[in-house]
């Protein structure tokens, strides 16, 4: 079990190491839940490719999860228990 | 009702105004998404704490001030102090395993904490996007043709261009279907006006 915990958090690490993702990561976390547009728009620096890549990475660690709408742009992404964990650590 | 009892009902209500106020902070969500499972658990985890650390000040009150004839609301200081000693336990005591530190109260806690914050986050995204779609598919329905010009009224000339790039760029969208989308995102308030003037 504790080999599991400590991959689970080399995982993490792993994907908050990219500063990308960080950044994704962070702008969910300051609203919650934000949908696909949204992180657009608030990551105008940020290409919607490179934001796409980073929710799927955030998405695979279990930091983030999404609820599909009827159209994509409109996915919501919000914070799981582990992200919630994750920000404590990171504080 | 003698003073014990009393003290246990405003502990309780004492860790109601904490919980809702810890996981209010946590998942900054409105407070029609509390009512989940794993809220429920964490309020009672932190009910019991809150309660038995009450019965623990109870004794403790009664030793220093009772005794020496205070005839107060005694049962005022017995809650207060056990919610706030509560609080100094948990920061305090660690379960140990053959002198191995298993975990912190406060770790517990806060593991009960996040999985209840987390539950109301995503009851909150859920109930979004169900109550969005339903919005915005009354919104094509009744709207019709000015639904073109309910979207650029509402989102402004630069967000409308851009959802028409989007839209020419992606064949396969329905037009209707996003801007409805994209009104109900942007302004529900509106949607739902415009919704019932129809």
């Given at each position: 079990?504790?080999?599991?915990?400590?991959r689970?958090?080399?995982?993490?690490?792993?994907?908050?190491?990219?500063?990308?993702s960080?950044?994704?990561?962070?702008?969910?976390?300051?609203?919650?839940?934000?949908?696909?547009?949204q992180?657009?728009?608030?990551?105008?620096?940020?290409?919607v490719?490179?934001?796409?890549?980073?929710?799927?990475?955030?998405?695979?660690?279990?930091?983030?999860d999404?609820?599909?709408?009827?159209?994509?742009?409109?996915?919501?992404?919000?914070?799981?228990?582990?992200?919630?964990?994750?920000?404590?650590?990171?504080? | 009702?003698?003073?014990?009892?009393?003290?246990?009902?405003?502990?309780?209500?004492?860790?109601?105004?904490?919980?809702?106020?810890?996981?209010?902070?946590?998942?900054k969500?409105?407070?029609?998404?509390?009512?989940?499972?794993?809220?429920?658990?964490?309020?009672?985890?932190m009910?019991?704490?809150?309660?038995?650390?009450?019965?623990?000040?109870?004794?403790?009150?009664?030793?220093?001030?009772?005794?020496?004839?205070?005839?107060?609301?005694?049962?005022?200081?017995?809650?207060?102090?056990?919610?706030?000693?509560?609080?100094?336990?948990?920061?305090?005591?660690?379960?140990?395993?053959?002198n191995q530190?298993v975990?912190?109260?406060?770790?517990?806690?806060?593991?009960?904490?996040?999985?209840?914050?987390?539950?109301?986050?995503?009851?909150?995204?859920?109930?979004?996007?169900?109550?969005?779609?339903?919005?915005?598919?009354?919104?094509?329905?009744?709207?019709?043709?000015?639904?073109?010009?309910?979207?650029?009224?509402?989102?402004?000339?630069?967000?409308?261009?851009?959802?028409?790039?989007?839209?020419n760029?992606?064949?396969?969208?329905?037009?209707?279907?996003?801007?409805?989308?994209?009104?109900?995102?942007?302004?529900?308030?509106?949607?739902?006006?415009?919704?019932?003037a129809?």
């Amino acid at each position: 079990m504790m080999s599991l915990i400590a991959r689970d958090l080399r995982d993490l690490l792993n994907a908050l190491a990219d500063e990308n993702s960080k950044q994704v990561f962070q702008e969910i976390l300051k609203s919650r839940i934000l949908t696909k547009r949204q992180l657009s728009e608030h990551l105008k620096g940020i290409d919607v490719q490179v934001i796409d890549k980073s929710l799927r990475e955030l998405k695979g660690v279990g930091l983030i999860d999404t609820k599909p709408a009827a159209i994509s742009e409109w996915d919501k992404y919000f914070v799981t228990e582990e992200g919630l964990a994750a920000e404590r650590a990171l504080r | 009702m003698n003073d014990v009892k009393a003290g246990l009902i405003l502990s309780t209500l004492f860790t109601l105004i904490i919980v809702l106020i810890e996981l209010f902070f946590r998942s900054k969500s409105n407070l029609r998404y509390f009512f989940t499972v794993s809220c429920c658990l964490y309020f009672i985890i932190m009910t019991i704490g809150n309660c038995a650390s009450t019965l623990a000040a109870a004794s403790v009150v009664n030793a220093v001030i009772k005794d020496q004839g205070y005839a107060g609301y005694v049962w005022f200081w017995y809650s207060l102090i056990g919610v706030f000693g509560f609080e100094v336990i948990i920061q305090n005591i660690n379960v140990t395993f053959l002198n191995q530190g298993v975990l912190t109260l406060s770790t517990w806690i806060n593991k009960a904490a996040d999985a209840a914050a987390a539950s109301i986050i995503r009851y909150a995204a859920d109930s979004d996007v169900d109550e969005k779609q339903k919005i915005a598919e009354t919104l094509v329905k009744k709207a019709g043709a000015q639904l073109q010009t309910y979207a650029l009224q509402t989102l402004g000339a630069n967000s409308y261009n851009q959802l028409a790039t989007i839209m020419n760029s992606n064949p396969g969208i329905d037009p209707h279907l996003f801007l409805a989308l994209a009104l109900a995102e942007h302004d529900p308030k509106k949607a739902r006006a415009i919704i019932k003037a129809k």
